[in-house]
């Protein structure tokens, strides 16, 4: 008979008394001898020098503040700023990924630069050619180097939108100051003119250039306000748009305000932005309603300029009728456009030769002796010719299809933009000597390029 143990309740060995007399098992220590494979390990992160940064953000103020630098005086701080980034750009290792829109940024360059650099050489008047060129060389130089920055700084392209919105804050004072006591640079107004001198121009050259600036602000405010997180930050970025369109009002630009209207409304539509659905919406018709509106108050109607009262479509058609019109100007001039395309036998008449090609060749329309083209697509057309314009679309045609294909956010800024500078492309007397521009188009480039790693 086989005697059975029995452990009373009080005998039983603890969990714990139990866990200490089972053997100590450490780990063995790592084989020294394995290494990890080096194209698994973490690429360390690198510090870009802050001069890069400060650079970015410092273009679109730069390019606000004009050829004046405080304290240095005519020294022309945006060129500068686009040389140093462009050399700086070159410590930059090459883009890794393949990226057909950055092959046609490059091509485009290309084709620019050396069709611009033998029309000079033709040109009627070869200093204004020159003149010209320099100004179209630096902002290419600008668009390569933050194109190839931004594809190894991610948030280069946050650095450029900052830097918008902070020469918001720079011209903005002086613009206030204008309007509240009626005086203004001397950059732009002369002490004999009095026509104009209710209209702001800040640290433009004339109000129309103010106006087409605001609205590339008022695209990088979208950016911003679609990249927003927090309410307050999104209330204040519809309170800075409120600010630009307001000041677009007053510079008296009509075909920006028009395209203001256009880049909301669109944005809203595309976008489908929950807080902007109510607020952006209402502030667009209430300026449309002022603007068209068949009553308006008298105490609100005389703080508008003249010609943003007269902004009726009855009066833009009886504009373009009439022969003295500012709109039948902008016509007359497109004809001239055209026709010089035609005279120069499609090669164009030469970088910044309008003017003195319409003084040299006397083309059959009364353009009421002005000698700008007041036209994006009559500038490019009539100076550069048809390759470079067909050239030039055909980049267009390119950055739509990323666009459109994308599904980043960037989209509806994009299509916003596009659209509305549609109207303004008319509304300055020149585009391609403007700084501003050159600065927008580096933004824009930026924003198709963060479009395009989201294509399918």
């Known amino acids: 008979m086989s005697e059975r143990k029995t452990r009373m309740p009080g005998n039983e060995p603890s969990d714990v008394a139990s866990r200490s007399m089972r053997p100590c098992t450490s780990p063995s220590p790592p084989n020294r001898s394995t290494r990890v494979p080096k194209n698994i390990l973490p690429k360390p992160k690198t510090r870009r020098p802050a001069i890069t ?32 980034l462009g050399a700086i750009s070159l410590t930059y290792p090459p883009p890794s990924h393949g990226s057909p829109f950055r092959t046609h940024t490059l091509t485009l360059s290309i084709l620019w630069m050396l069709i611009g650099t033998i029309l000079s050489a033709l040109a009627i008047d070869t200093s204004a050619a020159s003149r010209t060129m320099l100004a179209v060389v630096t902002g290419i130089i600008l668009i390569l180097a933050t194109q190839r920055i931004a594809a190894a ?12 919105i902070g020469s918001l804050f720079v011209t903005t004072p002086i613009a206030i100051w204008e309007l509240t006591t009626g005086q203004h640079l001397p950059n732009y107004y002369r002490a004999t003119s009095s026509i104009a001198s209710g209209l702001p121009a800040a640290t433009f050259f004339n109000p129309n250039a103010y106006a087409i600036y605001l609205l590339a602000v008022q695209v990088a405010l979208l950016w911003h306000y679609s990249q927003s997180r927090t309410t307050r930050g999104r209330v204040l970025t519809i309170a800075a748009s409120a600010l630009c369109g307001f000041l677009i009002v007053m510079t008296s630009s009509r075909l920006c305000v028009i395209g203001f209207c256009i880049l909301i409304l669109t944005y809203v539509l595309v976008s489908r932005a929950r807080l902007s659905r109510v607020f952006l919406p209402v502030a667009v018709l209430s300026v449309l309603g002022w603007m068209y509106g068949p009553v308006v108050a008298d105490a609100a109607i005389d703080l508008v300029p003249l010609d943003v009262q007269n902004a009726s479509f009855q009066v833009l058609a009886q504009e373009l009728q009439e022969s003295d019109g500012s709109g039948a100007r902008r016509v007359e001039l497109n004809k001239t456009s055209v026709w010089l395309v035609w005279a120069s036998g499609g090669i164009g008449v030469g970088p910044g030769n309008f003017g003195a090609a319409v003084l040299a060749l006397d083309p059959p329309y009364n353009t009421g002796a002005i000698l700008s083209p007041h036209s994006f697509i009559g500038e ?9 314009f067909a050239g030039f679309l055909s980049y267009i045609a390119a950055a739509a299809r990323v666009v459109f294909r994308s599904n980043s956010p960037t989209k509806p800024v994009l299509i916003s933009a596009f659209l509305a ?13 403007s700084s501003t521009m050159w600065a927008l188009a580096a933004t824009l480039v930026l924003l198709i390029s963060k479009a395009e790693l989201r294509t399918p």
């Not at 490019?380 to 470079?388: C, P, V």
């Not at 500078?421 to 000597?433: E, K, V």
């Open 421 to 433: 500078y549609i109207p303004a492309s008319f509304a300055n007397s020149g585009y391609l000597t």
């Open 380 to 388: 490019l057309l009539s100076e550069f010719g048809i390759l470079l």
């Open 153 to 164: 700084e991610p948030r280069a392209l946050d650095w450029l939108i900052g830097g918008w």
């Open 53 to 84: 940064t400060t650079l970015v953000f410092l273009i679109p103020i730069m390019a606000a503040v004009g050829p004046q630098l405080p304290g240095l005086g005519p020294l022309f701080g945006f060129r500068i700023g686009a040389l140093l």
